[in-house]
Structure formats: C-alpha cells, structure tokens
C-alpha cells in the first residue's frame, strides 16, 4: 500500500536545539517528495521538492534530505517562529499522499 | 497575484441545510483538489479536478459533490449537511509536468461548523 509515515509526532525543542524530522514512505515509483509548512489556523505552504535520492535543499534554516526510502527535514538553531506543523507528501498519479505531521514546538 | 482564495472563511450550518464553497485560483494551474483535515485525521482528498469540465473522486467523497465549470473555479457542495462534515476545508491547485501534478498550493481554508 502507497503510504507515507512521518516520525516523530510531536517534538519539543529549546531554541537553538538541532533535530530532524523523519518522513519513510512506501509509494512505488516516486517521482518527488515535497515538504510543507502548516501554521495553526492556516493552509500549508510549500516548502521543498526533492525529486531524487542525495537530493538536498535549503531554505534559512531548514535543509531537507531525500534517500531511496526516506527524507529529513533537519532545523539547525531553530527559533520559535519554527514552531508549527510540518507535512511530507509524495505524489501518486495525480494526487498526493500525506503524512500525518510533525507538529514541532521550539520553546524560547 | 491572489494564489488560491476560498470562500467562505467561515460558516456555521444546521444539520440538512446545503452550502456551497468556493475555491479560486489565478495561477493557470490545470489541476485542483478539496481536502478536509480533522484532528487526528491529516488531510484527506474529497474530489479532484484534472481540467475544466472534469472531476474525480478521492478517499472521502460521499457527501460532497463538485463541479469545476471553469478552470479558475472549483466548487464544492453539500447537499444536506451533516454533524460529521464539521471540518475545516481546504482547496489546492497545482500544474501539471509529464502528466503528473506537481506541488499543490492551498488556499486559507474554510472552517465549517454542523449543529
């Protein structure tokens, strides 16, 4: 079954404490893997497509990471305007398929 | 450049009643989608568009039906609502390359409450 699975859940980080989100997914024949934003209250916003294994893109600081199996969301020194929800998907036909969310909350 | 816009922000029905929403985009973009997120539930397709004139079902249609009689629009209807299609609704457009859509943009979302 095409699904994607987004780990861990919720994250609790300090400011300036790095991590990384996981997104593992099992879509056969993946042509791309994006990364989204979603502030509460809000629509998500698109952060980053990967399209190909050792893929990597930047954005402040945010870097996202794409293997055969798998992407990372890493936040080096995050502040708490990175506290949101963030959602991997990978497309499907014409559709995508998302995860769950990572909902990271970054304590000043 | 608006991206996608939806209308309503919010709205609040008793059970039976029939709403429409409307989603607008001005990006050109061929493909356009509904979702609902619920807590707990992530988001999850109700209908999809390829093109004007075409429609498609997602993982949660019944109760909903949509028409997209123009390419900027796609409209999303309830025809008697329910307690269990409080939501909050978004739209999503996206172009399309070798066939496939590509990344979705959303537009602000619609909360709607059932009573």
């Known amino acids: 079954e095409d699904q994607v699975t987004q780990s861990p859940e919720a994250l609790r980080l300090q400011e300036g404490e790095s991590s990384s989100l996981n997104c593992s997914y099992t879509v056969s024949g993946l042509r791309g893997l994006f990364w989204y934003r979603q502030d509460p209250g809000k629509g998500p916003e698109f952060l980053f497509t990967l399209y190909s294994a050792g893929e990597e893109k930047e954005k402040e600081r945010l870097k996202a990471t794409l293997t055969k199996k798998e992407s990372f969301l890493h936040i080096t020194a995050p502040k708490p305007e990175d506290s949101a929800t963030y959602l991997c998907?990978?497309?499907?036909?014409?559709?995508?398929?998302f995860g769950q969310g990572t909902r990271l909350t970054i304590n000043p | 450049n608006a991206g996608v816009t939806q209308t309503p922000k919010f709205r609040v029905l008793k059970t039976g009643q029939s709403m429409t929403l409307l989603c607008a985009q001005d990006m050109n973009h061929e493909y356009m989608y509904w979702y609902r997120q619920d807590p707990g539930m992530g988001l999850r397709l109700i209908h999809y568009?390829?093109?004007?004139?075409?429609?498609a079902k997602g993982e949660v249609p019944d109760g909903y039906n949509v028409s997209r009689l123009k390419k900027q629009n796609f409209l999303l209807g309830l025809e008697s609502a329910a307690p269990s299609q409080t939501s909050v609704y978004f739209c999503?457009?996206?172009?399309?390359?070798?066939?496939?859509?590509?990344?979705?943009?959303f537009g602000p979302g619609t909360r709607l409450t059932v009573l």
């Open positions: 998907a990978a497309p499907l036909s014409q559709k995508l398929v």
């Open positions: 568009s390829v093109g004007e004139g075409t429609t």
């Open positions: 999503a457009s996206s172009y399309v390359r070798g066939g496939a859509g590509l990344e979705q943009f």
